[in-house]
């Protein structure tokens, strides 16, 4: 079965500055999925961004951006310029190619100091 | 706007009763999931379907059902309610076909059980 680590239950930064929150997974298969999703106190779970592990360039979304180690099986997110609304729960997911559910990481909670 | 709901939002309940929490989607999806999330877990699977009359068990099931006798619909039964079924649940759903589509979230059902 895959696994989804996610290292740093806990992180912080200044506002403006840019820090890395760090994702490794397991597993056996070629064809698959990986997702970035914020949690903000609201609970609601918002899709950040994805990388298609057939792709060898790493995903950007604005100021999101993912490092994809696909040999080492890591999957990093950087925030860069980070705002005061960045704070929340990030989680790193995983999706399998030839199914729909997703595998989450336990999550690691950012919090961002004006 | 399509979107996907989940009733009651917040529940409290006593050991031992049996408790449903609704979950309606207007995507026409055929894919819907249920998770719970709790602290040092991220979120876990505990069942999902792919279609009308489909099930499928997850990783955290024990003690939970699901049926789908419709599209839209997909509520999640736990048979005698225990503490540590206490979570927040959330419930998903996606298109059929490409594995890479983005599965959509309700607002999360929190459930206490006393």
Redesign the interface.
């Known amino acids: 079965a895959q696994t989804v680590t996610q290292s740093q239950p806990e992180m912080s930064v200044q506002e403006a500055e840019t820090v890395t929150l760090s994702c490794t997974y397991d597993t056996s298969e070629s064809d698959y999925y990986l997702f970035w999703y914020k949690q903000p106190p609201s609970r609601q779970m918002i899709l950040v961004i994805r990388q298609e592990a057939y792709k060898q360039q790493n995903a950007t979304e604005n100021r999101f951006s993912v490092n994809f180690q696909k040999a080492a099986k890591s999957f990093s997110l950087k925030i860069s310029d980070s705002q005061l609304g960045d704070a929340a729960m990030y989680f790193c997911a995983y999706r399998s190619g030839g199914a729909q559910k997703l595998v989450f990481g336990q999550g690691t909670r950012l919090t961002i100091n004006p | 706007d399509a979107e996907i709901t989940q009733s009651p939002r917040h529940k409290i309940t006593e050991t031992g009763r049996q408790v449903t929490l609704a979950c309606h989607q207007t995507w026409n999806h055929n894919?819907m999931?249920w998770?719970r999330q709790d602290l040092?877990?991220?979120?876990?699977?505990i069942h999902?379907s792919?279609g009308v009359q489909d099930t499928n068990k997850?990783e955290v099931s024990d003690g939970y059902s699901v049926s789908r006798s419709n599209t839209e619909d997909l509520p999640l039964t736990l048979e005698s309610a225990a503490s540590s079924q206490t979570s927040?649940y959330?419930c998903?759903s996606?298109e059929?076909g490409a594995?890479?589509?983005?599965?959509y979230?309700g607002?999360?059902s929190w459930l206490t059980v006393v």
């Open positions: 894919n999931f998770y040092g877990h991220g979120l876990r699977l999902y792919y997850g927040v959330f998903a996606s059929s594995s890479g589509n983005t599965i979230f607002e999360g």
